[in-house]
């Protein structure tokens, strides 16, 4: 059974930075494509950025502001966020995939889902 858990989210401000995590039980990150997307109060789900065995594919949106790193030995996905903004306000959440030849960017393309955590940026 996959259980993907989140965590490191939490009240930041504007400017500041965060490290969310991504713990993983019965799928490995060595081999499948793990993404993160967000999703804002009354908005749809979106892609923030995956890595896979290839390397790290990001949005234009979010340019260099964020960071996906792997740990492999501890099945452990990490997003680091810096120059953070109100806008960045959302529930994030870690999804993994099978199809890890490439880079998957819609929530379709992910079979796996942990249950989000918030990140909130004040201005």
């Known amino acids: 059974q996959v259980h993907l858990v989140e965590s490191g989210g939490g009240l930041v401000q504007a400017g500041g930075s965060l490290r969310l995590s991504c713990v993983a039980s019965g799928v490995s990150f060595r081999r499948d494509a793990v993404g993160w997307f967000r999703q804002a109060p009354g908005k749809e789900r979106e892609f923030v950025g995956t890595i896979t065995w290839r390397g790290t594919y990001y949005p234009e949106s979010i340019e260099s502001r964020f960071a996906i790193s792997r740990d492999n030995a501890e099945n452990t996905v990490y997003l680091q966020m810096n120059s953070l903004s109100p806008e960045d306000t959302a529930v994030y959440y870690c999804?993994?995939?099978?199809?890890?030849?490439?880079?998957?960017?819609?929530?379709?393309?992910?079979?796996?889902w942990g249950q989000g955590t918030q990140v909130t940026v004040s201005s």
């Open positions: 999804a993994a995939s099978s199809d890890s030849f490439y880079y998957p960017t819609r929530t379709d393309e992910y079979g796996y």
